[in-house]
Nanobody
Framework: QVQLVESGGGLVQPGGSLRLSCAAS????????MSWVRQAPGKERELVAG????????TYSDSVKGRFTISRDNFNNTLYLQMNSLKPEDTAVYFC??????????WGQGTQVTVSS
């Protein structure tokens, strides 16, 4: 069955960086568009970034554009999110999922990112 396992979250100071990883198995990863979605307490889900199956095209929310980079390694079935210049408002649980969007698809269990001094 589809399995998505995120890692790389943690506590970081404002201005710092983190790299999230999502290990995929149980499906043909290289044929699926993928995305990162975040959920903060009391806030709506937000599509942070999405990437097409071949990795040649990606999209970002305005709130992270220029700071975050989504990428994928189709040989190793892994999705990444490089997060730079982190802000307290980036604090959330980050999920990787199949397809680009805030609903549908298969989801990982999430990884907590906390940006605080």
């Amino acid at each position: 069955q589809v399995q998505l396992v995120e890692s790389g979250g943690g506590l970081v100071q404002p201005g710092g960086s983190l790299r999230l990883s999502c290990a995929a198995s149980g499906f043909t990863f290289s044929t699926f568009a993928m995305s990162w979605v975040r959920q903060a307490p009391g806030k709506e889900r937000e599509l942070v970034a999405g990437i097409l199956s071949h990795g040649g095209s990606s999209t970002y929310s305005d709130s992270v554009k220029g700071r975050f980079t989504i990428s994928r390694d189709n040989f190793n079935n892994t999705l990444y999110l490089q997060m730079n210049s982190l802000k307290p408002e980036d604090t959330a649980v980050y999920f990787c999922k199949t397809f680009i969007g805030i609903t549908g698809g298969s989801w990982g269990q999430g990884t907590q990112v906390t940006v605080s001094s």
